[in-house]
């Protein structure tokens, strides 16, 4: 009985082990079904991608459809054309549930899209080549490549080519013409060899092949035909270099009816090249974007408020007194001297802070606060000891697939927001055993905790600043609103919570105060209906009341009838919506992405003094961003290969590449943006320099160069308390 009680407890177990092997041998299944699941989904942004996957995950070519399950070879394209029921070669999607009609909507807009994007891209190829012309020398017949429209410039045993047979029928033709082809298809081949030796030898990047002046190069050297001498250095560095500076001065004379029209800004900044010489750059800013007007080297001078003044106010007589609306700089001490003297000379020119730099020195108070900096004290080490060792670098990659965590800047305090959101980003889904084993290590989940409400308090501020640093648009009309809202949301992550929000909020208004709130602003908060119609209060405010009668003073400065008219007449008639203000289509105002300036234009010709003050304000930039773009061009140019650069040569290099990108309307290719902002990760790296990691920027190298003089930036002003938040308090 005994032997067979324990026959029955071994069978038992047996049964257990048995169970616990299907167990594992399931999960483990599951395990490999998600891994490969993961390996057939493609990590792009195209609309196809939604409804199907790779069949095969070495195999890009070879789909399937997740609503008919219908395989297929010719990639996403010929996916998205099954799915739209376009296309002689793909068979249509016999799914006929309500997402299979989406998706047949979805797909036929992206490929009606690309196929615009197609034909627009070659009008312009061809519109390029037509601004192609070189004069020849003698006569020459017109030779043509057989069985093709367009004339293509052969060499001179080409003339004497001619079709195998010149009466052969139709179809005889089309085989000679592919033929024809495949000789020229070759010789391309042959020519495109020469060239990319020329880019791989001298390091010249791939993208400059897409340039437009790139095209236009290698038309004009086939319109010249053989024995084309290319120039030498000494006609590159003088006489072609001063043609092409001229040629673009003239292009940039056309865009003056804008400055005219609206107005403008002056914007000024110095750094440092590479052979420690000081440099001040001169742009300007209309509606149009950010064109570059000049530098000067200033390693010989102090960099006082007079000699600041002396360069801002030739630029003013340059373009016209009447013709620039503000002169925008940061906030060191010499510029503000800077801002007094023009005062006393032009009193109708206003002199503003670059609201990009004044926001950083905000994300840069409340990071100094003793809650926050130790949030950004750990995610700063815990980066430095991952990019520092190799084996905790390639574990970080494996375990996020791929993703980076971006390193602090030195100057850029914005980019402690950058940190924080990719570490989020990257390691909140980390479920592996080994990862979880890494992270415990130097992370806790208090940690992450503090991470999140760290990025709810600094992204408001984040967004207000990749508002203000981009050309998408003029910024100054929606300035002072975004931060109002971005000090609400503040609060709202406190809790709405006095006790909790003060700190934050008491370093915001410190650096807002006499900067971002100046009469300029609160005139362009005023006269943006997206605000003001949206909260009549506004109109009652003492603050913006004052703020716009002082604006209309300096505005139509010496007018006092422009004055009357604007402040007593005009501002009652757009406060009450009478006249055109009150039409239907005048509500476009309540789309934030719309343009106030040319909303004016359009329904404000019943009051033309408001008008003319209105257009000008909301087409300013409120941040001298654009100026400080320049560095990247010189820096760009003045490498340690042409360190021998004199500072005209290099200004007037920095001058065509700079202002040849405003007129060719430059626009980089559509990328990922920052989830919840639809913010492109290029503008807020660019807002944040999250490119200019860990070198000197502005001030730093100017007050490195001249240590000791009065030269004083608003960076090193602030020096709050100590503020210690409890968990409970959090």
């Known amino acids: 009985m005994a032997s067979g009680l324990e026959e029955r407890m071994r069978g038992k177990e047996k049964r257990e082990k048995h169970q616990g092997c299907l167990q594992r041998r399931g999960a483990l299944g599951e395990g490999e079904n998600s891994e490969s699941a993961n390996l057939l989904k493609r990590n792009?942004?195209?609309?196809?991608?939604?409804?199907?996957?790779?069949?095969?995950?070495?195999?890009?070519?070879k789909v399937k459809c997740k609503l008919c399950k219908k395989e297929m070879r010719g990639g996403i394209y010929r996916l998205k054309q099954h799915l739209a029921h376009e296309g002689k070669n793909v068979k249509k999607c016999t799914a006929t549930t309500v997402q299979a009609m989406e998706a047949k909507q979805k797909c036929k807009k992206a490929l009606d899209e690309a196929k615009r994007k197609r034909e627009e891209k070659t009008i312009c190829e061809l519109e390029l080549r037509e601004e192609v012309n070189v004069s020849r020398v003698g006569e020459s017949d017109e030779v043509t490549c057989v069985g093709s429209s367009e004339p293509h410039k052969l060499g001179p045993m080409d003339k004497w080519t001619c079709a195998i047979d010149p009466k052969a029928t139709k179809t005889d033709s089309l085989k000679q013409q592919q033929l024809n082809k495949e000789l020229w298809k070759e010789r391309t081949h042959e020519v495109h060899k020469y060239i990319a030796r020329w880019a791989y030898t001298h390091a010249i990047p791939f993208n400059a092949c897409d340039n437009d002046e790139f095209k236009q190069m290698c038309e004009a050297i086939g319109q010249f035909g053989l024995g084309l001498v290319p120039p030498c250095q000494d006609s590159l560095r003088e006489r072609l270099l001063e043609e092409e500076y001229e040629r673009t001065k003239s292009l940039l004379q056309e865009r003056e009816a804008e400055k005219i029209k609206n107005g403008c800004s002056i914007m000024t900044d110095a750094w440092s090249d590479r052979k420690r010489r000081s440099i001040m750059n001169l742009c300007t800013n209309c509606a149009d974007g950010t064109s570059f007007i000049s530098s000067k080297e200033m390693s010989h001078v102090s960099h006082t408020s007079e000699v600041i003044f002396d360069l801002v106010d030739k630029a003013i007589e340059e373009i016209g007194p009447d013709n620039v609306v503000q002169v925008v700089t940061d906030n060191a001490s010499n510029n503000m001297g800077a801002k007094r003297l023009l005062e006393e000379k032009r009193p109708h020119i206003f002199w503003t802070s670059c609201a990009a730099h004044t926001i950083n020195l905000m994300l840069q108070g409340i990071g100094n606060l003793t809650w926050f900096k130790k949030v950004v004290d750990q995610a700063k080490a815990f980066t430095i000891f991952v990019y520092g060792h190799t084996r905790t670098l390639e574990c970080l990659r494996y375990f996020t697939e791929g993703k980076e965590v971006v390193r602090p800047g030195v100057t850029r305090f914005a980019s402690n927001f950058l940190t924080l959101s990719s570490m989020w980003d990257s390691l909140k889904d980390v479920k592996s055993k080994k990862g979880k084993e890494a992270t415990a290590t130097i992370l806790s989940p208090s940690f992450w905790k503090d991470v999140k409400l760290t990025l709810t308090v600094f992204e408001p501020l984040v967004k207000v600043l990749c508002l203000v640093d981009g050309d998408v648009r003029p910024s100054m009309g929606f300035l002072y609103g975004q931060l109002l809202k971005a000090k609400r949301q503040i609060k709202e992550a406190f809790r709405n919570v006095e006790a909790r929000f003060k700190d934050v909020i008491a370093v915001i208004d410190k650096k807002m105060n006499g900067r971002l709130d100046s009469p300029l602003h609160l005139t362009a908060y005023l006269l943006n209906p997206h605000y003001s119609y949206s909260d009549p209060s506004i109109f009652d405010q003492p603050k913006i009341s004052e703020g716009f009668i002082s604006c209309v003073e300096?505005?139509?400065?010496?007018?006092?009838?422009?004055?009357?008219?604007?402040?007593?007449?005009?501002?009652?008639?757009?406060q009450n919506r009478e006249g055109p203000f009150s039409k239907k289509l005048a509500r476009n105002f309540e789309n934030f992405d719309y343009n106030p300036a040319s909303w004016w234009r359009l329904y404000g010709y019943e009051t033309p003094a408001l008008q003319k003050m209105a257009t000008r304000i909301l087409s300013l930039t409120s941040s001298s961003s654009g100026c400080e773009r320049n560095w990247s061009g010189f820096e760009g140019i003045h490498t340690k290969k042409r360190n021998r650069l004199t500072t005209t040569r290099l200004n007037k290099l920095v001058y065509i590449q700079f202002n040849s990108k405003l007129l060719t309307n430059f626009r980089d290719e559509e990328e990922d943006e920052m989830e919840g902002t639809g913010i492109p990760w290029s503008v807020i790296g660019e807002a944040v320099g999250a490119d200019e990691q860990l070198e000197l920027r502005r001030s730093a190298r100017v007050r490195e160069l001249y240590e000791g003089e009065e030269f004083k930036s608003e960076e090193e002003e602030y020096d709050d308390e100590d503020v210690n938040y409890s968990d409970e308090e959090i």
């Open 554 to 574: 300096k505005f139509f400065y010496h007018d006092e009838d422009m004055q009357h008219m604007a402040t007593n007449i005009e501002l009652n008639k757009f």
């Open 44 to 61: 792009s942004n195209d609309v196809g991608w939604e409804y199907g996957v790779l069949v095969d995950p070495n195999n890009k070519d």
